[in-house]
T-cell receptor, first 110, second 113 residues
Framework: DVKVTQSSRYLVKRTGEKVFLECVQD?????MFWYRQDPGLGLRLIYF???????EKGDIPEGYSVSREKKERFSLILESASTNQTSMYLC?????????FGSGTRLTVV | KQEVTQIPAALSVPEGENLVLNCSFT??????LQWFRQDPGKGLTSLLL?????REQTSGRLNASLDKSSGRSTLYIAASQPGDSATYLC????????????FGKGTKLTVNP
């Protein structure tokens, strides 16, 4: 089975900190995604990547950046964390034939 | 812009009941339709994927159908159990170019013993 691993289940960071969320997949998938999930708003796409060193903005990229130096790893970076970035962050990988999600990172910014 | 709507937002049923969850999308250019399950505080678990050439998929007590002409998908759960309690999300993938998934906001299902 495809495995998508997010490095942390829970994180607490301070306002203004630079935060790295890591995601690793083991199935050689080209496509990787970062979503955030908030009550009442559902899942919203932050960034995605079709290949190494390629990235495209999703619906809500402001305040975030990404890095994909290796095919299996897709990192989400909060350049200067703010309280409105407190959320559940979900990483996914896949191809045309379905996507697999990680278990999520619950980030709290205080 | 593709929009995905799930109705109802919440559903509570007694154990053993058969039930249907609905998903509708505004753009008929759906390529794939995927159903997920999410338990509280957890990630998404894929349940069923219906590819563009298919009309339905089955896995155990679950059956999902896709009608692109009407812009609708349904997830049928037979003989519901308390362990089926979770939020169910559908996500569509457009036909042309983009491989992004667009999600509905989910249906929160509670199965009462």
């Amino acid at each position: 089975d495809v495995k998508v691993t997010q490095s942390s289940r829970y994180l607490v960071k301070r306002t203004g900190e630079k935060v790295f969320l890591e995601c690793v997949q083991d199935m050689d998938h080209e496509n990787m995604f970062w979503y955030r999930q908030d009550p009442g708003l559902g899942l919203r796409l932050i960034y995605f990547s079709y290949d190494v060193k390629m990235k495209e903005k999703g619906d809500i990229p402001e305040g975030y950046s990404v890095s994909r130096e290796k095919k299996e790893r897709f990192s989400l970076i909060l350049e200067s964390a703010s309280t409105n970035q407190t959320s559940m962050y979900l990483c996914a990988s896949g191809r045309t034939y379905g996507y697999t999600f990680g278990s999520g990172t619950r980030l709290t910014v205080v | 812009k593709q929009e995905v709507t799930q109705i109802p937002a919440a559903l509570s049923v007694p154990e053993g009941e058969n039930l249907v969850l609905n998903c509708s999308f505004t753009d008929s250019a759906i390529y794939n339709l995927q159903w997920f399950r999410q338990d509280p505080g957890k990630g998404l678990t894929s349940l069923l994927l219906i590819q563009s050439s298919q009309r339905e998929q089955t896995s155990g007590r679950l059956n999902a159908s896709l009608d692109k002409s009407s812009g609708r998908s349904t997830l049928y759960i037979a003989a519901s159990q308390p362990g089926d309690s979770a939020t169910y999300l559908c996500a569509g993938q457009r036909q042309s170019g983009s491989e992004k998934l667009v999600f509905g906001k989910g249906t929160k299902l509670t199965v009462n013993p």
